[in-house]
């Protein structure tokens, strides 16, 4: 049962005013008790503590330090090297999510910390947190509205609410409209009863909605929490094989715990699981997006969350509105249409209100075809008002003689009078243009009718002008270019749909029998709105809960949405899109929720923000070859030699070099190169489809290597000096083929990678630091000969994928042909 609001009181008048009481003390105090007060709620989007327990405890870092504090209380400080990519991944984790954080809890819709109220008969100042439901609130040019309420009264009350429903004009609010939360007064005055406060009201639901943490929708870290979750099912079987594999071969359990050669055999253990974990993956990921960001930024284009770099490559339907991206805001002459008679001085009168110093956006447009040499002073002026919408002048010349109003054609031109005028009205309504008339009348503006600002009555219609939206010089083209690239576009525009019809037609964004949609007729039902907006690409007229149900339609239709916005009316909307986009101009609530903010407003930094997404996404793809592969033969050579019950063949300091001349520092280069291939989807089924059959081939070759060293009986110094020949050559060989088409750097890397592992071999102090002994005569023929056949196994399968790539990306270009 639902209580009513109490009720201000009101008392005689005063000079034709009503006296307003408000609310009294005892009521004030009834309906604290039973609606509570002003207060928004200042629940954090998440904790540090959740953000640490996200980022540090997590399965990843909990395998290396376990086996990094295994390897330091064994004393086997050489072989610990690797914990140092947990810690960094641990902080860039840590960092990229404390900074959502801060950005989410300084999220505000509302900011004006003070109100006006009548209490008691006076009209008092407040502090906006002691305002209670029913209170009578007074508002005026310059406030904002602290509360949703409903007008009471109004002399001339106008609000912007352009950030709350994108309506870009000023919105008249006569008695019983409503006043939402966060909308802001532009003109006039009124008073208005409080409906809903605190966690009630527009603008908190709002803010506690959007500040609902979420991470960006990213495959890449999609497909790498799926090999993390696939390594982790594997972690504990592979290891318990592995341990009782490295146990039984110093001579069996017990054998072993006798003569402390179980250290040796943990050592072995700790270098099966760290060679499991793609350690380097996750790091030089976050370096590829970071280094995307950097240049980004340099763009002028600021990312909030590392992973957004990508997003827009992935982006196949771009949602936006028109003022900010397509136009500049703003009106520009378009043309001049004239009645049969018009009055002579005509454009002497349009260039002096162009050239008047307190012209509107309007009026100074028509100086491009009425310039200041024609204007002349203005004796007499009646200044535009957004309540009126006109203004009138007259002029200090005979060639323009008596008054010229200039103004709305549905105010200033009179039917019977200016029928014709009227009729082009008519025909210019369905264009999107803006239309604006003059009129004329033969008596001069008086100082009494200036102070009066009485409309003469006896004007005709003289002319109509028509404007056009001011296009941004850039918008066709950066609409060709997502065109071109299979990114289909979306306009949701809170004008009239005819407007942004008119804008869609002259950046060739539709064709001319196109036509927009007005969004109050769409359908409520998802599946019915996702067919509209699969085949539709111009609404107007769109509420802000329509602009979230529409991003929310296209993915259901599997599209991944981007969504620019500047207003509070675009937060729930940007929130959803799997990449939201503001404006830097825009309000501090839609920046707050974007991931990327686009800071001096233009519109043509976005194909930028494609190639560098494209630039991260190929390069993290090339990395993940590199890095799957090794978790590919990791797992493959732990389960082999554990069922074989043979030594592991690699120490942990061994499996570091490797990783270092193979993978590590070639990695920190590919994951900065220029890249601007088309996205493709499937980025992890192509990963693992290279790095399963290159693992193979290197187990294969790792385990004919093992067997010739067991048939020469080696030392064990030997064996893993063996097999980390043959690992490093067709570790190599993989880098080779993740590097081509070779340029100049690369060709240095692979070169320096060698050298690398040649000082490893034959240097003194590396030899003894490493462990390496070089096997006999018999087995180095072995190691070359299998190095060889395994480079040419690895060459005829490297082939096999990049013709699959090249007929997925054929395919993909003739899709979007």
Not at 49 to 59: D, G, P, Q, S, Y
Not at 112 to 127: I, W
């Amino acid at each position: 049962m639902t209580s009513e609001l109490p009720q201000p009181q009101v008392a005689g008048t005063t000079h034709g005013h009503t006296t307003m009481r408000g609310l009294t003390a005892a009521a004030v105090e009834r309906s604290r008790a039973e609606h509570g007060r002003n207060v928004l709620p200042v629940n954090s989007s998440r904790s540090m503590w959740e953000i640490l327990r996200a980022n540090v405890f997590t399965l990843f870092n909990g395998i290396v330090v376990a086996c990094f504090l295994l390897l330091a209380i064994l004393g086997r400080w050489q072989d610990a090297i690797f914990g140092f990519s947990a810690v960094a991944n641990s902080i860039i984790g840590v960092w990229q999510e404390y900074s959502a954080k801060r950005q989410l809890d300084n999220l505000r819709v509302l900011s004006a910390p003070h109100a006006r109220a009548y209490r008691d008969g006076e009209l008092v100042e407040l502090v906006r947190e002691d305002l209670v439901v029913g209170d009578l609130i007074s508002v005026r040019a310059g406030d904002q509205v602290p509360a949703d309420a409903r007008v009471q009264s109004t002399s001339g009350l106008q609000v912007d609410e352009s950030l709350l429903t994108g309506e870009e004009d000023a919105v008249d609010k006569a008695q019983g409209d409503p006043l939402l939360s966060g909308a802001i007064v532009v003109a006039g005055s009124g008073t208005a009863v409080l409906e809903r406060i605190g966690a009630e009201s527009f603008a908190a639901k709002l803010t506690t909605e959007a500040k609902q943490f979420s991470l960006v929708n990213s495959e890449i870290r999609n497909g790498l929490n799926r090999v993390l979750r696939i390594v982790a099912v594997l972690l504990l079987p592979v290891m318990l094989i592995v341990v009782n594999g490295q146990m039984q071969a110093f001579g069996g359990w017990e054998a072993a715990i006798q003569s402390g050669d179980w250290r040796d055999a943990a050592v072995g253990a700790v270098a099966a699981a760290i060679a499991m974990v793609p350690l380097g993956l996750l790091l030089m990921t976050s370096v590829a997006f970071a280094a995307g960001a950097l240049k980004l930024g340099q763009r002028k284009v600021l990312v909030q969350e590392l992973h957004a770099v990508e997003g827009l490559a992935r982006v196949d339907v771009l949602c936006f509105d028109k003022t900010g991206t397509l136009t500049e805001g703003g009106v520009m002459y378009n043309d001049t249409h004239l009645a049969a008679d018009p009055s002579l001085g005509w454009e002497r009168a349009l260039a002096s209100l162009a050239a008047d110093e307190g012209a509107n956006d309007t009026a100074r447009s028509l100086a491009a075809a009425y310039p200041d040499t024609l204007a002349t002073e203005i004796r007499h002026e009646i200044a535009f008002s957004s309540q009126r919408k006109w203004s009138a002048v007259s002029l200090d010349t005979e060639e323009a003689p008596g008054a010229w109003i200039l103004g709305g054609p549905d105010v200033i031109l009179q039917p019977g009078l200016d029928d014709a005028l009227l009729e082009k009205v008519a025909e210019f309504a369905n264009t999107g243009l803006r239309v604006v008339a003059l009129c004329h009348t033969s008596e001069p503006l008086s100082a009494a009718s200036v102070k009066a600002e009485r409309l003469p009555s006896n004007r005709r219609g003289v002319l109509i002008l028509t404007l056009r939206e001011r296009i941004r010089s850039d918008a066709a083209q950066t609409v060709k270019y997502f065109r071109e690239e299979g990114v289909e576009l979306r306009i949701i525009s809170g004008d009239d749909p005819r407007t942004v019809t008119a804008v869609a037609r002259e950046v060739e964004l539709i064709r001319a029998d196109e036509s927009g949609i007005d969004a109050r007729t769409l359908p409520e039902a998802s599946e019915e709105l996702a067919e509209v907006m699969e085949h539709n690409r111009v609404f107007g007229r769109v509420s802000p809960t329509q602009k979230r149900n529409m991003v929310r339609a296209l993915q259901s239709r599997g599209h991944v949405v981007a969504m620019t916005g500047d207003g509070v009316n675009d937060v729930l909307a940007l929130k959803d899109a799997d990449l939201g986009i503001a404006m830097g101009h825009g309000s501090g609530a839609s920046r707050a929720v974007s991931r990327l903010t686009l800071l001096d407003n233009q519109f043509q930094a976005l194909p930028d923000v494609v190639l560098e997404g494209r630039q991260a996404i190929a390069n993290v793809e090339r990395l993940s070859m590199l890095y799957l592969s090794k978790t590919a033969w990791a797992i493959l050579i732990a389960l082999v030699f554990g069922l074989l019950l043979w030594r592991y063949p690699f120490e942990p300091r061994q499996m570091s070099l490797l990783d270092g001349i193979s993978i590590g520092l070639p990695a920190f280069v590919l994951a900065l190169l220029p890249n601007s291939r088309r996205y493709l989807t499937g980025f992890f089924r192509r990963a693992i489809a290279f790095a399963l059959p290159a693992g193979i081939a290197i187990t294969v070759g790792i385990l004919v290597t093992g067997i010739a060293s067991n048939t020469y009986e080696q030392t064990t110094a030997q064996q893993q000096t063996a097999a980390s020949i043959v690992l490093a050559v067709m570790g190599l060989w993989i880098l080779g083929m993740v590097c081509r088409p070779f340029r100049p750097i690369l060709a240095l890397v692979m070169l320096g990678s060698i050298a690398v592992l040649f000082v490893a071999l034959f240097t003194p102090l590396t030899v003894w630091f490493f462990g390496f002994a070089w096997p006999d005569a018999p087995v180095l023929w072995v190691v070359g000969i299998v190095s060889v056949l395994g480079c040419a196994v690895l060459e005829v399968h490297g082939q096999l994928r990049m013709r699959s790539a090249s007929r997925e990306l054929e395919a993909s270009e003739e899709k979007w042909a």
